[in-house]
C-alpha cells in the first residue's frame, strides 16, 4: 500500500483507524507515533498523515491529516473494453485503476459469452475494492467511472458521445497499423479513448462501426494477445505516449 485512501469528506485533522488499513499500517509497516504516512481523500486530495496514537487494546491507529489543496486531474485515458471471462475481469480491476482510467466502457461483442454479463464481478461492492486497491498501489485518489453496456451497437452509435469526451479514439487491432506513440505523435493535448476487444478479437462489423465513429486502427504487431495482456500493454504504451508526446 503506497497511498492510504480515506472516506470522501475526510478532512484536516484527526482520522481515527480501526479497520484493515489499521492492520496494515501496524503489522505491515510497523508504524510508531510520529511517523507519517502518505494519505488521500477517494476523489479528493493527497497529503500526510502523521501518527500521533496507537492503541495498545485494541487496533485502532489515529492520524492527524493534512491535505494539499488541489484535487489530481483524472486520467487522460478511457477505456472501452469487450468484457472478458469473469476471472479476468476481477485480476484487471485493479491494474487497471493503477494503470489509470478515468471511465471503464465494458461491453458486448460477437465473441463475448452472454452469461459473462450476470457475473458477480460486475457488482459495485465487488469491483470497487479492487479498484481502491489498485489507486492505493499507484498512490493516486481518482476512481475510475464504470458503465456496462449489454447493446454494442447502441453504445457505439448512441451513447459514447456523452460517456467520453475525448478528441483521439484508438482502435486496438493486431495487425499492420500505426502504434500508439505513432497515432498519438500529433494528439498532445486532449483525453484518449481506447477500444480493446475479445481474446477472438473484434469482428468486421464492429471493427468497421468503431472505424466509422472515429476510431483509428493501432497495433504492437500482428500477435493477437490475451484482453488482460493487451489492456496493460497498451495502457502503458498510451499513458506514455499522452505524457511524453514526441519522445
Not at 486520467?75 to 485503476?97: E, S
Not at 483509428?216 to 505524457?243: E, Y
Request: charged share 20%; aromatic share 4%; glycine share 10%.
Amino acid at each position: 500500500m503506497n497511498l492510504l485512501l480515506l472516506p470522501p469528506g475526510t478532512s484536516d485533522g484527526a482520522v481515527t483507524l480501526s479497520d484493515s488499513q489499521a492492520g496494515h499500517l501496524r503489522s505491515v509497516l510497523g508504524v510508531a507515533p510520529g511517523d507519517t504516512v502518505r494519505v488521500g481523500v477517494i476523489d479528493g486530495p493527497m497529503g500526510t498523515g502523521t501518527v500521533v496514537h496507537l492503541d495498545a487494546t485494541t487496533p485502532q491507529v489515529v492520524l492527524q491529516c493534512q491535505f494539499d489543496t488541489t484535487i489530481p486531474d483524472a486520467p487522460r485515458v478511457d477505456l472501452l473494453l469487450a468484457l472478458p471471462r469473469p476471472k479476468v475481469m476481477k485480476r484487471l480491476w485493479a491494474q487497471l485503476a493503477a494503470l489509470g482510467v478515468g471511465r471503464i466502457m465494458l461491453t458486448n461483442a460477437e465473441k463475448v459469452e452472454r452469461p459473462y454479463f450476470d457475473t458477480h464481478v460486475l457488482e459495485e461492492s465487488v469491483y470497487r475494492p479492487l479498484l481502491l486497491e489498485g489507486l492505493q498501489q499507484a498512490r493516486d485518489t481518482r476512481v475510475p467511472l464504470v458503465t456496462v453496456h449489454r447493446q454494442f451497437r447502441k453504445l457505439v452509435e448512441d451513447e459514447l458521445d456523452g460517456l467520453s469526451n475525448a478528441r483521439t479514439r484508438l482502435l486496438a487491432d493486431p495487425g499492420a497499423h500505426p502504434s500508439p506513440a505513432t497515432a498519438l505523435r500529433e494528439h498532445a493535448a486532449g483525453r484518449v479513448l481506447l477500444a480493446v476487444g475479445p481474446d477472438g478479437g473484434w469482428n468486421d462489423f464492429e471493427r468497421g462501426l468503431l472505424i466509422g465513429q472515429g476510431f483509428g486502427p493501432i497495433s504492437m504487431g500482428t500477435r493477437t494477445l490475451r484482453t488482460d495482456t493487451a489492456c496493460v500493454a497498451l495502457l502503458a504504451l498510451v499513458h506514455d505516449a499522452v505524457t511524453r508526446p514526441g519522445a
